[in-house]
Structures are given as structure tokens and as C-alpha cells.
Antibody
Framework: EVQLVESGGGLVQPGGSLRLSCAASGFTFSTSWMHWVRQAPGKGLVWISRVNGDGGTTNYADSVQGRFTISRDNAKNTLYLQMNSLRPEDTAMYYC??????????WGQGTLVTVSS | EIVLTQSPGTLSLSPGERASLSCRAS???????LAWYQQKPGQAPRLLIYGASSRATGIPDRFSGSGSGTDFTLTISRLEPEDFAVYYCQQFGSSPLWTFGQGTKVEI
């Protein structure tokens, strides 16, 4: 069974940093493209970032380019999202998802990030 | 950037009825790159349809997807109580890589 479990969310002040983790199991993590998608409270889904299987290729939405960094540790089957210079508009539930056929086939339960003073 | 517009915003139906949800793209989208998700309150999205018309693993056959170019449809042939949720379409593009529609809420 595929499992994705996010952690690392919490309350942070504007300008602060957080690192999210996503522990994966039940599939071959090292060959899977992985994405982060976020959802502000009461709002829709927004794609944030993607990384390929070996971590050598990454992509970002314009809204987080230069502030967020996606990475992975295939030995630990874990995906990361380092978030710096956080803004109130970054407040959202953050989901990791495994990509198959150009869509998110499996999703974690999400971790909530709140940016507020 | 391709914009996906879903309609209607809210669909009020009863169990047993047929639901048709529309997703219109601002530019032509390859069918290969069009997906649909279901999201219930407090839960993560669940993939229903990929490649515009292929059902994901474990998805009941009352869910079907169709369309091409700029117009795509998700149809639920007979609504079950557990189908009342928000539905999103999504396309794979260049920048941003994934774009989602704003969602259609199917309510009783």
C-alpha cells in the first residue's frame, strides 16, 4: 500500500523558515517524480514544486521560486520542502504527491503551515 | 499559462441523479495531460481520472471522463451519498507545471 506522511508544519512568523518532510513507503520512491501542492484555507489547489527521481531536476511555481527548495533523500525514502522568507500568503495545507501519468496518483494527508505574527 | 475554468461552481443534486461537471481550458490541452480529482472536507484530493478518460485504480465505473481540446467533462452516472464533494480538474503544462481549476462542489 502506498503511504505518504507529511510532517514539519506549524506556526511561524513572517520571514521565518520551516522544513517539511514527506515519508514515503509502498512504492519505488527513487524512481518516482514527486510534487508539493498547497491549499490555502477554504481555497483551491495550487502546485508548488516538483523533483525527479534522482533529485537532479527541480521546478517551482513563480510564487515560491527563490524562497522554497525541494529535495529528496532516496536512502530514507523522504521528500523535503525547505521554505524560507515565509509570508502570510504561504499559509496553507501542504500536500506531497507522487506523480504518475502527469497527475498526482497518491497524496499524503497534508501538513498545515500558518504564517502569522 | 493555461487557465482552467470549471462550471458550475456548485451543483445541487440528489442521490441517484446524474452529474455533469465541465472544465474549460483557455488553450488547447492534450487529453493525455488532463486529470480529475475528488476532495472531501478534511481530506486530501483523490485521483479519479487521468488522461481525460482513464479511471484511476479502484475508482468505480460510475465515474467517467471525456472531452478534448479545450472542453472536458466529468460525469457521475448515478450519485451515491459518498460522491458529494468538491471536484477539481488539472492539466500538466509548462509553467506552472500543474494548473488546477477552481473546483465544482457537488452538494445534496
Amino acid at each position: 500500500e502506498v503511504q505518504l506522511v507529511e510532517s514539519g508544519g506549524g506556526l511561524v512568523q513572517p520571514g521565518g523558515s520551516l522544513r517539511l518532510s514527506c515519508a514515503a513507503s509502498g512504492f519505488t520512491f527513487s524512481t518516482s517524480w514527486m510534487h508539493w501542492v498547497r491549499q490555502a484555507p477554504g481555497k483551491g489547489l495550487v502546485w508548488i514544486s516538483r523533483v525527479n527521481g534522482d533529485g537532479g531536476t527541480t521546478n517551482y511555481a513563480d510564487s515560491v521560486q527563490g524562497r522554497f527548495t525541494i529535495s529528496r533523500d532516496n536512502a530514507k525514502n523522504t521528500l523535503y520542502l525547505q521554505m524560507n522568507s515565509l509570508r502570510p500568503e504561504d499559509t496553507a495545507m501542504y500536500y506531497c504527491t507522487r506523480a504518475l501519468s502527469y497527475s498526482g496518483s497518491d497524496w499524503g494527508q497534508g501538513t498545515l503551515v500558518t504564517v502569522s505574527s | 499559462e493555461i487557465v482552467l475554468t470549471q462550471s458550475p461552481g456548485t451543483l445541487s443534486l440528489s442521490p441517484g441523479e446524474r452529474a455533469s461537471l465541465s472544465c474549460r481550458a483557455s488553450q488547447s490541452v492534450s487529453s493525455t495531460y488532463l486529470a480529475w480529482y475528488q476532495q472531501k472536507p478534511g481530506q486530501a484530493p483523490r485521483l479519479l481520472i487521468y488522461g481525460a478518460s482513464s479511471r484511476a485504480t479502484g475508482i468505480p465505473d460510475r465515474f467517467s471522463g471525456s472531452g478534448s481540446g479545450t472542453d472536458f467533462t466529468l460525469t457521475i452516472s448515478r450519485l451515491e451519498p459518498e460522491d458529494f464533494a468538491v471536484y477539481y480538474c488539472q492539466q500538466f503544462g509548462s509553467s506552472p507545471l500543474w494548473t488546477f481549476g477552481q473546483g465544482t462542489k457537488v452538494e445534496i
